[in-house]
């Protein structure tokens, strides 16, 4: 299957700073890139939709503005959390498609003290 | 509009086979599945896109109804490294495309023991 990179895998940083998730596809392009966002022994709910070259789309009662995301190119998006605050802490994963399925990043595990 | 999954959690020994559910009230375009292991991002472990369709690998396989509206995940012959939580990933089948939105049902919690 397709390989999609995310990094950093884990990040601690402090409330009211800024933290930038990157997802690359490293053997095909992709065009369409997701964003979900996991509680603990919970689902992935899936935040927004990141097109390449265009603006992002968000789900309902998603702040686009406390999350920004970039697709510059077919094989880069990122997703920053700007202004962080404790209760933004999560498992954040980014998902790219291929036609054979859905492949995910090893995901962001982000902690705001 | 997530698809809901059953049953909540499965308890095994080693050996014995478990079957996974995933409904949802509208017809799909696709139905994906997906193992997550604690503290990793989940694993792809097949789509399904066409009514009737059945595919697996080793002994782990899926099927999807003829009505696209729902799919099951068989476990045969559990292993150890069975263990995990499953979710099936939906995509509607709304004038979609393979690369539509992708919702999660909840999840099923799979246990093996020894």
């Known amino acids: 299957g397709a390989v999609v990179s995310q990094h950093p895998s884990w990040v601690i940083c402090k409330s009211g700073t800024s933290v930038k998730i990157e997802c690359r596809s490293l053997d095909f392009q992709a065009t369409t890139m997701f964003w979900y966002r996991q509680f603990p022994k919970q689902s992935l709910m899936l935040m927004a939709t990141?097109?390449?070259?265009?603006?992002?789309?968000?789900e309902q009662g998603v702040e686009k503005d406390k999350f920004l995301i970039n697709h510059a190119s077919l094989t880069l998006s990122t997703l920053t959390v700007t202004s962080a605050h404790p209760e933004d802490s999560s498992f954040y994963i980014c998902?790219?498609?291929?036609?054979?399925?859905?492949?995910f990043g090893q995901g962001t595990r982000l902690t705001v003290v | 509009q997530q698809p809901v999954q059953s049953p909540q959690a499965v308890i095994l020994r080693e050996g014995e086979d478990a079957v996974i559910n995933c409904s949802s009230s509208?017809?799909?375009?696709?139905v994906h599945w997906y193992r997550q292991k604690h503290g990793e991002a989940p694993v792809f472990l097949m789509i399904?896109?066409?009514?009737?369709e059945q595919k697996g690998h080793e002994k782990i396989s899926a099927s999807f109804n003829e009505k696209k509206q729902q799919s099951s995940l068989y476990l045969t012959a559990s292993q150890l490294s069975y263990s995990g939580t499953y979710f099936c990933g939906t995509v509607l089948n709304a004038g979609g495309t393979s690369y539509g939105k992708l919702t999660f049902g909840q999840g099923t919690i799979l246990t093996v023991h020894p």
């Open positions: 990141s097109n390449e070259g265009s603006k992002a789309t968000y």
């Open positions: 509208k017809a799909l375009y696709s």
């Open positions: 399904l896109l066409k009514g009737g």
């Open positions: 998902s790219a498609r291929d036609r054979f399925g859905a492949f």
